[in-house]
C-alpha cells in the first residue's frame, strides 16, 4: 500500500471517527442519557486504528510515554499545564459565589456515578484513568488527527463544544450554562496544552491535577 492510500484510508476513518463521537454526544439532549460517555471510547478506538491505518511511528505518535520529560521542557508547556488548576479553582470560587452550595451540589451529582467518594485510593486511580482516557479520545484524536482535516483552532473549537456537551446533566439553566462553559474553557486550554507538547499524556496529566484540584475543592466545601 502506497503513502496516498494510507493517508487516504486514514483521513476516511478519522471522519468516521469524529462524526461517530459527534452523534453520541448528541444524545445529551436528553440530559440524563449515559450514551454520550461512549463517545470516549469511541474516540480511543479510533486513535489507535487511525494510528495504525497510518502506521504512525512511535516517535510521531500523539501518545508518547518514552518523551514526555522532553515533551513537558518545550516552550510554555508546563505554564499550560497547570493553567487548568487554577482555572478550576477560580470555576468553583465564582460558582459557589453566584449559586452558593447548589455548584458544589451539581458538580459532585453529575460525577457522583463515575468516582468513588468514600475510597481515596481509588478515586486517585479513578481520575487518572478517566483524565487519560478523555485526553486520548478528544485531544489525541479529535484535535490530533482531526488537524489533519482542518485548522488547529477548528478541531480546538468542535472538540470543545463536544467535550462539553458531554458533561451537560440535569439542573438549573444557569447553573448548567456555567459549568458547561467552563468546561468549554477547559477544554480549550487542553487544546492549546496538546499543540504545544504534541503529547496527549501531558494533556491527561494536566486533566488529572485539574480534576484533582475539583475534587480537593468540592470535599472541602460539600
Known amino acids: 500500500m502506497n503513502h496516498s492510500a494510507k493517508t487516504d484510508k486514514s483521513t476516511v476513518l478519522t471522519i468516521i471517527g469524529l462524526i461517530t463521537m459527534v452523534l453520541l454526544t448528541i444524545t445529551k439532549v436528553v440530559p440524563s442519557s449515559q450514551i454520550a460517555g461512549y463517545s470516549v471510547f469511541a474516540g480511543i478506538a479510533f486513535f489507535f486504528i487511525v494510528e495504525a ?25 508546563l505554564l499550560w499545564m497547570l493553567l487548568p488548576v487554577v482555572s478550576t479553582v477560580v470555576t468553583f470560587a465564582i460558582g459557589t459565589l453566584v449559586f452558593n452550595e447548589a455548584f458544589v451540589s451539581h458538580v459532585m451529582g453529575r460525577t457522583g456515578s463515575l468516582l468513588d467518594f468514600d475510597k481515596i485510593p481509588l478515586l486517585i486511580g479513578q481520575v487518572m484513568i478517566a483524565a487519560l482516557g478523555e485526553e486520548i479520545a478528544f485531544r489525541g484524536f479529535f484535535v490530533g488527527k482531526g488537524m489533519k482535516i482542518a485548522p488547529f483552532w477548528v478541531c480546538a473549537a468542535v472538540s470543545s463544544v463536544v ?3 458531554g458533561h451537560i446533566a440535569l439542573g438549573d439553566v444557569g447553573l448548567v450554562t456555567y459549568d458547561v462553559a467552563t468546561i468549554f474553557i477547559d477544554s480549550m486550554i487542553f487544546a492549546i496544552l496538546y499543540r504545544k507538547s504534541d503529547n496527549c499524556l501531558i494533556c491527561a496529566v494536566s486533566h488529572a491535577l485539574c480534576n484533582a484540584a475539583g475534587i480537593a ?4 466545601l460539600f
Do not use: Q
Not at 505518535?61 to 508547556?77: E, H, M, N, Q, Y
Not at 475543592?217 to 472541602?220: D, N
Open 217 to 220: 475543592v468540592a470535599l472541602t
Open 163 to 165: 467535550f462539553a456537551a
Open 53 to 77: 491505518a497510518a502506521k504512525t511511528r512511535n516517535s510521531e505518535s500523539g501518545l508518547r510515554f518514552s518523551t514526555v520529560v522532553a515533551d513537558i521542557r518545550k516552550p510554555d508547556v
